[in-house]
């Protein structure tokens, strides 16, 4: 179970705003490009689940994940999650062509076809969008200041995976409330934003 604060930023001048006070605390930048893949009837969202291929910078690295029964409440999300690393050559092999995920040695796309009933040949690529990422290791706590790209637009927000998200959150919250900073509770995933096709209002 991957547990997460999820914390939106209204816009760009608040997404520097963050980035700048936390500048000391800088671990990593991460450029990263999530596509998404169902099967052609509909097996995976049917039932609430999503299969994704994250590439990170100029495909150094590729990780498939298998997400199910995602909840989000008062900005804490909570999903179901099981990951893997693939070879990026082969990740990209199955964007150009996605019935090739049927024949990927992966214990993930066995999970799918054997729980999801996804046969081989039968998956879609249903695009995605790039997101960069700057990472830091603040108060105990790391934490993941997104610019996530749609087609239709930029949202930005703050991400910290934690055992306590409560307290997690509280810590965040009081940051952003001391340095001035507007910001409202997450009330969707990046997957539940690309899918809608607009921006949170």
Request: with cysteine; net charge negative; glycine share 8%.
């Amino acid at each position: 179970m991957e547990v997460e604060v999820k914390i939106r930023l209204p816009d760009s001048s608040a997404h520097r705003a963050v980035s700048a006070l936390l500048s000391s605390f800088h671990r990593e930048t991460q450029r990263q490009q999530n596509l998404f893949f169902d099967g052609a009837a509909g097996e995976l969202s049917s039932r609430r689940a999503v299969l994704r291929l994250r590439f990170y910078g100029d495909d150094i690295r590729c990780v498939v994940s298998l997400k199910a029964k995602a909840i989000l409440v008062n900005g804490v999300s909570r999903v179901e999650e099981d990951e893997e690393e693939l070879e990026p050559s082969i990740g990209r092999d199955c964007i150009a062509d996605p019935s090739k995920l049927g024949e990927v040695d992966s214990r993930i796309f066995r999970r799918v076809r054997d729980e999801f009933g996804v046969g081989t040949g039968e998956f879609v690529c249903l695009g995605g969008f790039k997101n960069v990422r700057d990472v830091f290791e603040w108060k105990g706590l790391i934490l993941e200041l997104d610019e996530t790209m749609y087609d239709f637009g930029t949202c930005f927000e703050i991400e910290c995976e934690s055992s306590n998200p409560e307290e997690a959150k509280q810590v965040i919250e009081e940051f952003l409330k001391e340095n001035g900073i507007s910001y409202s509770d997450s009330e969707a995933s990046k997957f539940a934003i690309f899918r809608c096709g607009k921006l949170p209002q």
